[in-house]
């Protein structure tokens, strides 16, 4: 299908009730990308755990942040994902940063879906992710819509709780297929607006298949599903996601350069190629 053929358009989100919590997003087909086989979801996801030095264009300061969520959001983008740092440029859990980095996205984009980190790596200690969850829910415009909690990581079921607890929803990351099987052992926690499908292999042969692997493994879910993959094996994952109308996404917390192995220009130029991929 030619680029020409894809349709974009923005809107705000609105959110369902449902068993699992607040639900996904309802979605029209003003607020998708969409092309022959369905509708679905395009997340911008700006900036990761990557070290400000990583590309010269990476967002890390609020402002930036912001400026990069509005260039996506007139792309089409309605969800953003972002690794809120502190002044040391290191992620960071600290309400007062959070609460600063979701305040400047609104800011500029009121209607988009704004989702942050609760990862191990920035905070260990699980009762600590806890409480920094929960005092989101007091930061009023910089509070978070939705926050990424992992399944493999210690403590996640009870940071999902806090989420819940504070209205704000969850994306639940599931790196491999025992992180899968976990899940449905233990059930999909009340809140969940959807589940990352994150192949982490970097190897473009292999990247697909290791998705698929998760996929099977997950089965048959009441909330979406995101497909995406990272580094050198990004564009395969977002390609076969995009084939089989799968929520997907892209953005310099996955990679760096475009298909062809160039650096991108920018989060916005990433989004241009992912939105003109032929499928």
Known sequence: MSADRLCVEHVGFEYRSSPHGPGPPIRSPAAD????GGVSVLQAVLNGSRPA????????LARHLARDAREVAELGITSVHVHPRGPDTQETLDPLYVGDTVAAIRAQVPGMEIGVATGRWIQPDPRKRIEAVLAWGHLGVGKPDVCSVNVHEKGWVEVCNAARSVGIGVELGVW?????????TTGLPAGTVRVLAESTVSDPETAVAEGVRILRALG??????LLHGEE???????????????????GFEDVLVTPKGWLATGNDHLVKLALATRV
Do not use: C, K
């Not at 030095?53 to 890390?60: I, Q, S, T």
């Not at 491999?176 to 449905?184: E, K, P």
């Not at 048959?220 to 599903?225: A, F, G, H, I, M």
């Not at 990004?234 to 996404?249: I, K, P």
């Open 176 to 184: 491999t297929s025992g992180d899968a099987v976990t899940l449905r």
């Open 220 to 225: 048959s879910l009441p909330v979406p599903v």
């Open 33 to 36: 990308f969409s092309w022959d």
């Open 232 to 250: 050198a094996g990004a564009w395969n994952v977002l390609e076969y996601a995009m084939q089989r109308s799968l929520d997907t996404r892209i």
């Open 53 to 60: 030095d990583a590309h010269p264009a990476l967002p890390v």
